[in-house]
């Protein structure tokens, strides 16, 4: 039987112990990472919520930007939620002076994008997991983002089905790197989880 995958939980904010806990139902291995060394192993690895400004200088304080830099170039399958989804977009809008990203995926994010008077809300979502249209996603979101532009090699996976916020984009896929704008750790559906476990297992379907 083939070994099950080992993805890592950038360990610098967020909820680090319900991403592993939904990956290791979806059938991989985790690992809480902090220190470059512990990077070299992984097949994949999820980047959770939090503040992106703080992460992006704790990845510098903890040595850890530069070599997830160069895996996330070499291909390293990534699953971005919230503030993850800003550290892997190529360009943002509403972020600090000088804010920098890890990058890869060709989409302009939106920080705070819902207003900061909406701190936190719950919304269903229409999904298309893999190009089908899928069941709705009850989702989370916590001074969210929202995907504003996408490039020609990015797939739309969910948008908001109801609301004022209706059709914005709040998921998306480009190869092996998915990114959602909520917090799917929390509400218990593992299929973003189960979508990126598949991903890590199968990178070649799945190239950038
Ligand atoms: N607003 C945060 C940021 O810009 C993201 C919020 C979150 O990750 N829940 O980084």
Do not use: Y
């Amino acid at each position: 039987m083939r070994i099950a995958p080992l993805v890592g939980v950038l360990a610098l904010q967020g909820d680090v112990r319900e991403h592993r806990a939904m990956l290791e139902r979806a059938g991989a291995r985790t690992l809480a990472v902090r220190r470059p060394e512990e990077l070299d192993d992984l097949d994949g690895i999820v980047m959770p919520g939090g503040e992106s400004t703080t992460i992006s200088k704790l990845a510098r304080v903890f040595g850890l930007f530069d070599p997830l830099s160069v895996r996330l170039r070499d291909g390293l399958p990534a699953f971005g939620t919230c503030a993850g989804m800003i550290m892997l977009a190529d360009r943002i809008e509403g972020g600090v002076r000088g804010q920098e990203t890890f990058g890869g995926l060709d989409v302009v994010v939106r920080r705070n994008a819902f207003g900061r008077q909406v701190d936190s809300f719950e919304a269903d979502l229409d999904v298309h997991l893999d190009g089908s249209r899928d069941r709705p996603f009850h989702a989370m979101f916590i001074r969210a983002p929202w995907v504003e532009k996408v490039g020609a090699e990015v797939a739309v996976v969910a948008t908001v089905a109801t609301g004022s916020a209706v059709g914005r984009i709040v998921a998306v896929r480009q190869g092996t790197l998915l990114a959602t704008s909520f917090h799917p750790e929390i509400t218990g559906d593992d299929r973003f989880h189960s979508l990126f476990v598949d991903l890590v297992r199968t990178p070649g379907r799945h190239q950038r």
